[in-house]
Structures are given as C-alpha cells and as structure tokens.
C-alpha cells in the first residue's frame, strides 16, 4: 500500500517486483472538461484498488466480425501504472514510458516492463493519453491554451504527478527520464522544447521518431479542425464549442485513421498529430533546438534499419498488391515531384529484391516520416551530449505474406525492451542470442536513466558517430554513407 497525493493505493507483490495499475494522474477530461486542458485527479476516501489497468482512452485499433472498426475504451482514461523493483533503501532512477499508436491507439498498460526494473534496478511508469481528435484537435473555436495538444498536455500531468508522488514508490523524482517509441517518440521530441515540460524530466531517450521531423502547423491544424467540425455537423463557428463537446465520444474516433495505412514521405501527414505555434509547442522541435531554446538534457536518439518496411508492407504488399516494377517510378513521382529523376537514378527499382523494397528503403533513407537521415539535422542542432544507434537485428523477418521481409522495421526493437503482452501474461519465446541482446539493451537504457551515459562502450554521435545494435554484433555504424544522407541532405 502506498499513499498518494490523491489517496490511498493498494497494487501486487510478485517475487519481489511491485505493480500498481490504474492510478488516475489527472480528473476525466468529460463533459466540459473535454478539449480542455487535464484538471487534478479528485482524491478518494479509504484504499483505492491498484491491482487492474485502467480504461484505455477511446481507439479503433481492434475490427469486430463484419471486419469494419469498433470503438473502444473510455474517455476517462487519464491513468498511470507504476512498477518497481523489491524495496532497495535508495531512490531509484525513473523512466517515464510513452507509447506508440500513431497518436490514434496504444496505452500504457499492454508494455509489461518487469524485466526492465528488475535487471535494471529503475521505477517504470507506463502513461494512458488522450488519442485522435479528443487527444490533438486544433480549431478556432477552442479557447484552451493547451488547443491542439491536449495529449501532450496530459503528459506532462504525468509527469507532474511523477513529481510529486514517485518518491513514495521509491523513485528519485530528481532523475527522471521521458523514454517513447514512435508516437511516444516524437512526444518526447515535443516535450524537449514544450516550455511546460520544462524541470519535469532530466534525460530523454527516443525511439523511431526523429525530432528533426516537422509537426503539424497551427495553420494546417485548424483548417483540419475545421473540415473535421463540419464534417461532424458541428461548421458553425460560434457554436462549433459547444457543438463538439456535446458529441457522444464514440463520433470523434477513428477519424482519417485510413492516413496510417499508407506510406507518406511525411510524418504530420498522419491524421493526428502534435502540433506547433501554440501555447503547449511554440516551436517546431528542430527550430527550438537551433535557437538553444530545449530542454538540454542527455538524449539517446535512434531509428531502427528498415523502419519504413512496416509502412510500405502494410500499404502494398499486405493489402495483396506489392509495388510493381511498373507502378514503382510513378509512386516516386508523386512522393518527389521534380526531385523524382534524382531519387530513381540513387535508388533504381533493379537494385533491389523487390519494387516495394526498394521504395521502402529510399523512404526509411530519407527518413522525414520516420527513418535515418533527417536524424542527422538534429544531431547537429543539440548542444547536449546525443548518443545515436541504429537497431539491426542479424534473423531476418518474413512478411506477413511472404512476399516483403520485414528486416529491422517500424518498432522492431520494441520486444527487446518489453515483454509486450499483457501483464501476466507469458513473455515471447526468445533465442539466445535474442536475450543477450535484450539484456544489453535494457543495460545500457537503465545506465543510462541512472547516470546520463549509457556506458563507456557508446560514444556520443560527435565523438565517435552511431552504433548498430544487433544480435550479430555491435559496433560504430556511418549512417550518412549507409543511408546516402548526402544525397538527402542535397534535396532539401
């Protein structure tokens, strides 16, 4: 049992690892606290019962039978879980983890992180936020500071409850890291130069989502907003408030979620994202970085090989129609418009197994939805110290088809770090070459999370460039001759 700012918690005890679930970090964000910044949490009477996730926020990542998307989830979402390892009469490091989803699905409870806080010796949190439209809807009408971002707004509620309740988990609320992958990723990007997020962490690390990649501008946003307020017949302005909070929730999810099944050149193409030049994100992340105005924390920062196979196989191949030899030059001319010519003579469709492949490869190259390159403006931007990899698992993955290997794709490292299964639930088999590399990895994050360096065998990027990581090997890796980054950089 362990008490709380809000309240009395009571979670499980196994073998000497602690869990609790489903603690609220901030109120429902229902009625008219919809589209409004994350109010406290009401405290409770006697011993709330910390031993079952909470809701998820509201998502359409699960089809019923008739195959079409069903809502689900709740919109009060806003809960935490915490584990941590057997009492060790020292605060531990904290790693506060963001999930995936394309801003549109995910929470925090399915990233089982026991192996983490054992091996590792940290305190984990794993966060619910606000998703789709109730997450990042941007519109005109909506007067709240935080318009636009109210999932990242949410975060840092997190965070903030992290500061002032962690020490009674035995964490150390003065050495907290903010860790994402994909979505989570580019939340911690947004959160590295949000001027709120500010004194609430002290190391980042990020996975699968470069923080040189530009967000959504405010302008764009609302005009989305607005398209999105008609479309739900809520187009007149000075009613459109009013209009979209009375809405059953159920109507304001899984909007343009067919966005995330296509492979874009450019990640604020997808239908909900964070967006800047508002109160929560002033800036666009690489802008605030060039003008020293982040948050000068220690970063771990990388993609993983083949991020863009995920994309390119969900769109093609997995859909029963892989990019052909024919279709491929004019896919390239509709990504690249005069720069096409350029980009076919660098990546020739003969030069590779398959057209998809060779698509996915020059995408995952340039890296401005997610991939290697445009990492590259970022490591030169932070001033402070950056230690970027490269994830290259040596076991091949087929395609789901078995037309497209996956290689290392779009989340591939996840596992490693993750059991990823619900809590309780038996971990994936693994080989042993697979284990070693977990153990490695999840070495040097929580070195890190302890120290700020993830250990004396991983440079920083200035001083000795990238590592790859994989289960063949470890060692430097040139991304700029890996990934032709000149030729990226010159198309710019």
């Given at each position: 049992?362990?008490?709380?700012?809000?309240?009395?918690?009571?979670?499980?005890?196994?073998?000497?690892?602690?869990?609790?679930?489903?603690?609220?970090?901030?109120?429902?964000?229902?009625?008219?606290?919809?589209?409004?910044?994350?109010?406290?949490?009401?405290?409770?009477?006697?011993?709330?019962?910390?031993?079952?996730?909470?809701?998820?926020?509201?998502?359409?990542?699960?089809?019923?039978?008739?195959?079409?998307?069903?809502?689900?989830?709740?919109?009060?979402?806003?809960?935490?879980?915490?584990?941590?390892?057997?009492?060790?009469?020292?605060?531990?490091?904290?790693?506060?983890?963001?999930?995936?989803?394309?801003?549109?699905?995910?929470?925090?409870?399915?990233?089982?992180?026991?192996?983490?806080?054992?091996?590792?010796?940290?305190?984990?949190?794993?966060?619910?936020?606000?998703?789709?439209?109730?997450?990042?809807?941007?519109?005109?009408?909506?007067?709240?500071?935080?318009?636009?971002?109210?999932?990242?707004?949410?975060?840092?509620?997190?965070?903030?409850?992290?500061?002032?309740?962690?020490?009674?988990f035995g964490g150390d609320p003065g050495n907290v890291t903010l860790w994402g992958e994909s979505a989570g990723a580019f939340s911690v990007c947004s959160q590295l130069v949000?001027?709120?997020?500010?004194?609430?962490?002290?190391?980042?690390?990020?996975?699968?989502?470069?923080?040189?990649?530009?967000?959504?501008?405010?302008?764009?946003?609302?005009?989305?907003?607005?398209?999105?307020?008609?479309?739900?017949?809520?187009?007149?302005?000075?009613?459109?408030?009013?209009?979209?909070?009375?809405?059953?929730?159920?109507?304001?999810?899984?909007?343009?979620?067919?966005?995330?099944?296509?492979?874009?050149?450019?990640?604020?193409?997808?239908?909900?994202?964070?967006?800047?030049?508002?109160?929560?994100?002033?800036?666009?992340?690489?802008?605030?970085?060039?003008?020293?105005?982040?948050?000068?924390?220690?970063?771990?920062?990388?993609?993983?090989?083949?991020?863009?196979?995920?994309?390119v196989g969900l769109a093609y191949d997995a859909a029963g129609r892989p990019v052909s030899a024919e279709q491929y030059p004019q896919i390239i001319e509709d990504l690249y418009?005069?720069?096409?010519?350029?980009?076919?003579?660098?990546?020739?469709?003969?030069?590779?197994?398959?057209?998809?492949?060779?698509?996915?490869?020059?995408?995952?190259?340039?890296?401005?939805?997610?991939g290697t390159c445009s990492q590259v403006d970022l490591f030169d931007a932070v001033r402070s110290p950056v230690y970027g990899f490269e994830f290259e698992f040596a076991e091949?993955?087929?395609?789901?088809?078995?037309?497209?290997?996956?290689?290392?794709?779009?989340?591939?490292?996840?596992?490693?770090?993750?059991?990823?299964?619900?809590?309780?639930?038996?971990?994936?088999?693994?080989?042993?070459?697979?284990?070693?590399?977990?153990?490695?990895?999840?070495?040097?994050?929580?070195?890190?999370?302890?120290?700020?360096?993830?250990?004396?065998?991983?440079?920083?990027?200035?001083?000795?460039?990238?590592?790859?990581?994989?289960?063949?090997?470890?060692?430097?890796?040139?991304?700029?001759?890996?990934?032709?980054?000149?030729?990226?950089?010159?198309?710019?």
């Open positions: 049992m362990v008490e709380t700012s809000a309240g009395l918690v009571q979670g499980t005890v196994t073998d000497g690892h602690h869990r609790f679930q489903g603690i609220p970090y901030a109120a429902p964000p229902v009625g008219e606290l919809r589209f409004r910044a994350p109010q406290p949490a009401p405290p409770w009477h006697g011993v709330r019962d910390a031993t079952q996730p909470g809701a998820f926020c509201p998502q359409t990542w699960e089809t019923g039978p008739d195959g079409r998307p069903v809502v689900q989830g709740s919109e009060d979402c806003l809960f935490l879980n915490v584990d941590t390892p057997a009492p060790s009469g020292r605060p531990l490091p904290v790693m506060v983890f963001l999930h995936g989803g394309g801003f549109t699905g995910g929470q925090g409870a399915p990233y089982d992180p026991a192996r983490i806080t054992d091996q590792g010796q940290v305190v984990v949190v794993t966060v619910n936020y606000r998703l789709g439209a109730l997450g990042f809807l941007a519109h005109p009408a909506l007067d709240d500071p935080t318009v636009g971002n109210f999932g990242l707004a949410d975060q840092q509620a997190a965070l903030r409850w992290v500061q002032r309740n962690i020490g009674a949000s001027p709120g997020a500010q004194g609430l962490f002290h190391k980042a690390i990020v996975q699968s989502g470069p923080c040189s990649n530009d967000v959504l501008t405010r302008e764009t946003a609302e005009r989305r907003g607005v398209g999105t307020a008609e479309q739900l017949g809520c187009a007149d302005e000075g009613q459109a408030s009013a209009c979209l909070r009375a809405l059953p929730f159920a109507e304001l999810v899984g909007l343009g979620e067919a966005e995330l099944e296509q492979a874009h050149r450019y990640i604020a193409s997808l239908p909900w994202f964070p967006v800047a030049g508002t109160t929560v994100l002033p800036l666009q992340p690489i802008e605030a970085f060039r003008a020293g105005r982040a948050n000068d924390v220690p970063l771990i920062h990388g993609v993983t090989r083949d991020e863009m196979r995920f994309w418009g005069t720069d096409a010519a350029e980009v076919l003579a660098q990546y020739p469709v003969t030069g590779y197994p398959t057209p998809s492949i060779a698509l996915a490869t020059a995408l995952t190259d340039e890296g401005r939805m997610v091949p993955l087929p395609g789901s088809d078995g037309t497209m290997p996956l290689g290392a794709q779009h989340g591939a490292d996840v596992p490693y770090f993750f059991d990823s299964a619900f809590p309780g639930a038996p971990p994936p088999s693994r080989t042993p070459e697979q284990n070693a590399l977990a153990e490695q990895l999840i070495r040097w994050w929580s070195t890190f999370a302890s120290t700020g360096v993830p250990g004396p065998d991983w440079p920083t990027f200035r001083e000795g460039g990238a590592i790859s990581i994989s289960t063949a090997a470890t060692g430097p890796v040139d991304i700029g001759r890996e990934h032709r980054c000149d030729f990226w950089r010159g198309l710019q």
